[in-house]
């Protein structure tokens, strides 16, 4: 098993930067891929970004490409999600994922959850 666990959230106005740190322990060799996802209230989930733990290679919702970068630290087994210039409909509960049960990155199932953190940016 995997634990995964998020943080760095918190209250940014319109324009300003946050990083999300996604912490992993447990069985982590068995990681392959790690994935940050979003929701908003009444909202569905949605996908932000993944990568590739060995290779480094990266995927991004269009809604935030050139602005969220993800990085890992296979050494500290963590994933890092650097947010700039955030908007208020970046608002949302942020979640880590790893090892997506199929092919495609993007789509919400994963093996692995971390509980989220809550990202608010005011206007």
């Known amino acids: 098993q995997v634990q995964l666990v998020e943080s760095g959230g918190g209250l940014v106005q319109a324009g300003g930067s946050l990083r999300l740190s996604c912490a992993a322990s447990?069985?982590?060799?068995?990681?392959?891929?790690m994935g940050w996802f979003r929701q908003a209230p009444g909202k569905e989930r949605e996908f932000v970004a993944a990568i590739n733990w060995i290779g480094g290679n990266t995927n991004y919702a269009d809604s935030v490409k050139g602005r969220f970068t993800i990085s890992r630290d296979n050494a500290k087994n963590t994933v890092y999600l650097q947010m700039i210039s955030l908007k208020p409909e970046d608002t949302a509960v942020y979640y880590c994922a790893g090892n997506p049960v199929g092919p495609n990155w993007t789509i919400p199932t994963y093996n692995y959850w971390g509980q989220g953190t809550q990202v608010t940016v005011s206007s």
């Open positions: 447990g069985r982590t060799v068995s990681l392959y891929t």
